[in-house]
């Protein structure tokens, strides 16, 4: 019989006995790290975030710029672990907004992911080479500055 974890992410209980009445200590399974992907919804970022998944030793934030972008992802990443016959617990992939041009939604992110959170994976960008415009975040921010 496993038992359940209640006081530490990685620890063991003395909560079992044995046939002669012996406390057991039984260990828990560790605890899945939280791992946020920024910009999680194309390319290595969504990549990622699938052999994350399928690993099943992590819980995925996809962190994307719209929370429809992140649900799209998160139906993706599902249906091609079905299609290559692999599972996914979809409680291990959570869909979060989070608009790195503004510092508002950010920050809505930070309150709405929660925590803990083990590991960041920094993916989303822009980059304007050879534009002659200049991009502004919704705060000001030259636009590869504030996002990046």
């Given at each position: 019989?496993l038992?359940?974890?209640?006081?530490?992410?990685?620890?063991?209980?003395?909560?079992?006995?044995?046939a002669?009445?012996?406390?057991?200590?039984?260990?828990?399974?560790?605890?899945?790290?939280?791992?946020?992907?920024?910009?999680?919804?194309?390319?290595?970022?969504?990549?990622?975030?699938?052999?994350?998944?399928?690993?099943?030793?992590?819980?995925?934030?996809?962190?994307?710029?719209?929370?429809?972008?992140?649900?799209?992802?998160?139906?993706?990443?599902?249906?091609?672990?079905?299609?290559?016959?692999?599972?996914?617990?979809?409680?291990?992939?959570?869909?979060?907004?989070?608009d790195?041009?503004?510092l508002?939604?950010?920050?809505?992110?930070?309150?709405?992911?929660?925590?803990?959170?083990?590991?960041?994976?920094?993916?989303?960008?822009?980059?304007?080479?050879?534009?002659?415009?200049?991009?502004r975040?919704?705060?000001?921010?030259?636009?590869t500055?504030?996002?990046?």
């Amino acid at each position: 019989m496993l038992a359940t974890e209640t006081s530490s992410r990685n620890g063991a209980f003395a909560d079992e006995e044995n046939a002669a009445g012996e406390d057991v200590v039984v260990a828990s399974p560790p605890a899945k790290m939280r791992v946020v992907i920024t910009g999680s919804n194309s390319g290595i970022g969504l990549d990622a975030a699938y052999k994350l998944a399928t690993m099943g030793t992590s819980v995925v934030a996809l962190a994307c710029r719209t929370l429809d972008k992140a649900e799209r992802a998160k139906r993706e990443i599902l249906q091609r672990a079905a299609d290559e016959g692999k599972t996914i617990d979809p409680n291990d992939v959570e869909c979060f907004e989070c608009d790195l041009a503004s510092l508002a939604s950010v920050r809505k992110f930070a309150r709405d992911v929660g925590g803990p959170v083990d590991a960041l994976a920094l993916n989303a960008g822009v980059e304007y080479s050879g534009d002659p415009t200049v991009h502004r975040t919704e705060d000001g921010f030259e636009e590869t500055i504030g996002v990046n």
